[in-house]
């Protein structure tokens, strides 16, 4: 199992920055891509920006320009820098990794979530 534990979500006010962060942790073989995504209410998850073990990343085009996906693989951490947020950003942001874990004798494959982090910016 991977945990992925979230931190750097808060309030702000338009035009500020956040910096989200996401560390990885369990008994895994390696660690893809990983990424971000958000959900705000009432819509559905999308996409933010993800970022492969090798670091080619993609970003959504609402917030290129403006948002930074890094990660560093010695933590298995990734992070987003977010700047110049805008009220329309205000959502619950997600981390997702996909891991390669031993299961059954064999290299698998899989998907994992973390629990949400707020933010919130104000107009």
């Known amino acids: 199992q991977v945990q992925l534990v979230e931190s750097g979500g808060g309030l702000v006010q338009a035009g500020g920055s956040l910096r989200l962060s996401c560390a990885a942790s369990g008994n895994v073989f390696s660690i893809n891509a990983m990424g971000w995504y958000r959900q705000a209410p009432g819509k559905q998850r999308e996409l933010v920006a993800d970022?492969?073990?090798?670091?080619?990343?993609n970003y959504a085009d609402s917030v290129k320009g403006r948002f930074t996906i890094s990660r560093d693989n010695a933590k298995n951490t990734v992070y987003l820098q977010m700047n110049s947020l805008k009220p329309e950003d205000t959502a619950v942001y997600y981390c997702?990794?996909?891991?390669?874990?031993?299961?059954?004798?064999?290299?698998?494959?899989?998907?994992?979530w973390g629990q949400g982090t707020q933010v919130t910016v104000s107009s």
């Open positions: 997702n990794a996909d891991a390669r874990m031993w299961s059954s004798g064999a290299l698998r494959s899989f998907n994992f």
């Open positions: 970022i492969t073990s090798g670091t080619v990343t």
